[in-house]
């Protein structure tokens, strides 16, 4: 059974950093696409970036030139390098692979 490990989460003060890892184990070799997407209590689910095994990379416009997504050759692993980051970013994120497997989420905090 596929199951994801997230870490790298945790609070930070506004313009601070922080990088979000997920990698994956439990039997499969690789995804196509991989990538995080981020939820507040009371909205949807939303996208923030993924990358496909092909190097597309899709951001969220309110991310982009600030967030930086990446995954390990071994196409199992996701990062996720965040900077500059604002209160409004504070959300659980959570890692996928294919949309299929779903990590259990991670809290980025972003506040003073």
């Known amino acids: 059974q596929v199951h994801f490990v997230e870490s790298g989460g945790g609070w930070v003060q506004p313009g601070g950093s922080l990088r979000l890892s997920c990698a994956a184990s439990?039997?499969?070799?690789?995804?196509?696409?991989m990538g995080w997407y981020r939820q507040v209590p009371g909205n949807e689910r939303e996208l923030v970036a993924s990358?496909?095994?092909?190097?597309?990379?899709k951001y969220l416009g309110s991310v982009k030139g600030r967030f930086t997504i990446s995954r390990d050759n071994a196409a199992t692993a996701v990062h996720l390098q965040m900077t500059s980051l604002k209160p409004e970013d504070t959300a659980v994120y959570y890692c996928?692979?294919?949309?299929?497997?779903w990590g259990q989420g991670i809290q980025v905090t972003v506040s003073s």
């Open positions: 996928h692979g294919d949309l299929a497997f």
């Open positions: 439990g039997g499969i070799s690789d995804f196509y696409v």
């Open positions: 990358m496909t095994s092909t190097g597309d990379i």
